[in-house]
């Protein structure tokens, strides 16, 4: 069967996607191997995420607004080399403080990704299924983030957290190098981007100073909802290790969350375009609010269940603000809106892992939970505020 021009973009982006989430994701299963092995306070784990996360969020506007006037291919692709040599670099250290700086100069490149590829995607498909084409590209995110832990599994009981970061950043090098080219020249020196405006037109009710306020409201939503996502994942292996899970076994709870995000952003990506997406974004807020609650009052070896659950409502939301910032924006500045958004939400996610380490730190991390439950039931007022149209 031969793939249109569409479908080979959304499978490249998806690829990229695939490799620049395995890359960032693969801190998370580590976080609890390098805490042990320097000696780290809840407040030091949750700067090492900032540092990364913080970063990225930095060059996500810059990026966004590039790829409106520059090829997408080159800056995806610088991006992931730069991420790969970033991790060759953090796999030789041995100190915190030196983990910590190349933590944060790895983040930078993390930051290309997102708003490049988003913008590439909803430009190229209908309106009519950017949610779900969206949709697609975010769930290749989570193949990347489930590979993260299994290789984790895999390498860090016999050779350490150092060699899982060196055998992953040696891997996304070579394959960029090795496949640079043919990609480029099976795919975009022969692009010739079909006439995506008509498709992308925004309603007469979508444009202006309306449009703004829209994408302002969904920016502060999709915010809360990134604090959300990057403390769970960040403190949920200390909180089964608190009720008494063994250090080695916390690589299986990350399999399990990312298969369940999996699933809940390529649905809730379908289902937007069907469906008003305000009613997908409370079924997967009130899902993580209420599964992180329960986790609190059960035995861990039960919870190991319930955090695929957990995993369908904490990456799933993700899949509707993404692909509801297309539809409040003009397809002519989407790189640039795509840039802020990411910016926004990716940097409050950044600060969240630290601030949330500092409480965990003066109370428990009980007390982090709560707090938790407390802000994702917030983003449902929120995106009721925003007026998005199927």
């Not at 793939?3 to 620049?20: C, E, G």
């Amino acid at each position: 069967m031969k793939l249109d021009f569409p479908k080979k973009i959304l499978i490249y982006a998806s690829i990229t996607h695939v490799l620049n989430d395995l890359y960032l994701a693969i801190f998370y299963p580590l976080l609890p191997f390098i805490a042990e092995d320097l000696e780290l306070k809840y407040s030091q784990i949750g700067l090492i995420k900032t540092a990364v996360m913080g970063a990225s969020s930095m060059l996500q506007f810059p990026a966004g607004l590039i790829a409106d006037y520059m090829s997408e291919f080159w800056i995806l692709s610088i991006g992931n080399l730069w991420v790969g040599i970033g991790l060759i670099g953090i796999s030789i250290t041995s100190t915190y403080y030196l983990l910590l700086v190349l933590s944060l100069v790895t983040g930078f490149g993390g930051g290309f990704q997102h708003p490049v590829a988003s913008r590439l995607v909803s430009s190229i498909f209908n309106k009519n299924k950017q949610y779900t084409s969206i949709g697609i590209l975010n769930f290749s995110g989570d193949i990347g983030k489930i590979i993260a832990p299994i290789v984790v599994s895999i390498i860090i009981l016999r050779w350490g957290w150092q060699t899982c970061l060196l055998s992953v950043g040696l891997f996304g090098v070579s394959l960029i190098i090795l496949t640079l080219l043919p990609i480029h020249r099976l795919i975009f020196i022969h692009k010739n981007q079909i006439n995506v405006d008509k498709n992308n037109t925004q309603p007469p009710q979508m444009q202006g100073e309306n449009s703004l306020f829209n994408f302002i409201k969904l920016m502060l939503a999709g915010s809360l909802d990134s604090v959300v996502r990057n403390t769970v994942l960040t403190f949920i292996p200390f909180l089964l290790i608190s009720q008494g899970m063994d250090l080695k076994n916390t690589t299986s709870i990350f399999i399990i969350i990312y298969m369940g995000g999996a699933l809940g952003k390529v649905f809730s990506g379908k289902l937007s375009d069907y469906f008003p997406p305000i009613n997908v974004i409370v079924i997967t807020k009130i899902l993580t609010s209420f599964s992180l609650l329960a986790i609190l009052f059960i035995d861990y070896k039960i919870a190991i269940f319930l955090v695929f659950f957990l995993g369908i409502g904490l990456n799933g939301t993700s899949s509707v603000f993404y692909g509801s910032v297309a539809r409040v924006t003009d397809i002519k500045q989407r790189g640039k809106y795509f840039g802020i958004y990411y910016t926004a939400t990716e940097g409050m996610g950044s600060i969240s892992p630290l601030i949330f380490g500092i409480i965990s730190d003066i109370f428990n991390i009980q007390v982090t939970i709560y707090l938790i439950f407390v802000i994702c039931l917030s983003v449902i007022p929120i995106s009721y505020k925003v007026n998005l149209k199927n």
